[in-house]
């Protein structure tokens, strides 16, 4: 035998002496994990928390805008020149002031002279009556009169009405908004002679969804937080009944006291609306998973160190993390791991805390 054919042989009995003798050494089980069992994998380790429920009041934090409480357009009800406009714009004025004023072009003079004729008109219908009593006039004269007597009056009214409209005065305090006409202008009835805005009270105007629009009502209180740090207690006024036919949302108004018009229309902010008050839990944002549906879940641990998931909604959030309902009075949450297990896997829980801390 030569050299070559004794080398090979003494591998083959090596091989074969190695593979003979695994059928009398027994193999070693797998090591004990940390929880006692004897399966031969060792556990996932991960990290845990006890997180126990509490009353929470819900807020929705509403985009919104303010909005003058009323914007009114002045408009001319006769025809007449612009003689005079006493009121710059942008300027605060009370009721009543004149914002513009119309030429007479006679009409205080018809308002005299439909004084006089109703003046006339009233002697004559009293004379009558006195002369009746007397049995001197008739019915039909008397009836005559009368009727004559109220032409006399609806001509004063209308005369009065047209010397009235002849200044275009402010319907209630507010700013000057717009001052379209200028002395000289001709203005024919229904053009614009400026606008009024009235800032106190002022509104606040926002758009909820249909989920959202089951937590308001009327006459209930709010908070307006502008963007630049104001904050300001505000009452619901006002609930749209019916959906935008484009965005699909429903307008909500509430209104506030506007001390010295300190708040100008077109200021944004969000309008807090507070809900009444749930059993929620309050937990780091970055354990929520989603599921294979899309939904909130969030790994808890059994009493026998089992995973599973829970579904969860969130009802608010703050600095500290994230509030949701649906779990239970005091749940035990994988805080760190999550990613790494399953729904129905035994795991090695390391706890942060214990259930009554």
């Not at 190695?18 to 797998?30: A, C, F, M």
């Not at 004559?124 to 005559?144: D, H, M, P, V």
């Not at 879940?297 to 608010?316: A, F």
């Amino acid at each position: 035998m030569n050299r070559n054919a004794r080398v090979s042989l003494l591998l083959a009995v090596t091989v074969l002496m190695w593979l003979v003798s695994g059928l009398w050494v027994p193999q070693k089980t797998g090591s004990t994990n940390n929880s006692g069992t004897g399966d031969g994998v060792a556990l996932t380790q991960v990290q845990a928390r006890y997180y126990s429920s509490e009353y929470y009041s819900p807020t929705m934090k509403l985009f919104a805008e303010t909005h003058a409480n009323r914007h009114v357009f002045l408009k001319a009800q006769i025809t007449g020149e612009v003689i005079s406009t006493p009121q710059v714009r942008g300027v605060y004025v009370s009721a009543g002031q004149t914002i513009c004023e119309l030429a007479s072009d006679g009409r205080k003079a018809d308002y005299v002279s439909a004084q006089a004729s109703f003046h006339k008109s009233q002697l004559e219908y009293t004379g009558f009556l006195s002369l009746k009593r007397n049995q001197f006039q008739s019915e039909l004269t008397i009836a005559r009169a009368a009727a004559d007597l109220e032409k006399a009056r609806v001509r004063l009214d209308l005369a009065r009405e047209a010397v009235d409209n002849l200044q275009i005065k402010a319907p209630f305090e507010g700013f000057l908004e717009t001052r379209s006409a200028d002395v000289g202008d001709y203005l024919q009835a229904g053009e614009l002679c400026g606008s009024i805005v009235e800032l106190d009270p002022i509104q606040v105007r926002a758009h909820v969804t249909d989920h959202q629009i089951s937590q308001l009502e009327t006459a209930q209180l709010v908070e307006f937080h502008v963007n630049n740090g104001g904050k300001y207690s505000a009452t619901v006024s006002y609930i749209s009944s019916v959906a935008d036919s484009e965005i699909r949302t429903f307008l909500v108004e509430a209104i506030f006291p506007n001390t010295a018009s300190h708040l100008r229309a077109g200021v944004l902010g969000n309008l807090i609306v507070t809900t009444p008050k749930v059993i929620a839990h309050q937990i780091p944002g970055s354990i929520l998973l989603l599921d294979d549906n899309g939904e909130l879940i969030v790994r808890t641990i059994s009493d026998s160190n089992v995973v599973e998931n829970t579904h969860v909604t969130i009802v608010g959030e703050s600095e500290h993390g994230m509030w949701v309902t649906g779990l239970a009075k005091t749940v035990a949450l994988i805080t760190v791991g999550q990613n790494y297990v399953l729904a129905g896997e035994i795991i090695d829980p390391v706890f942060e805390n214990k259930p009554d801390e």
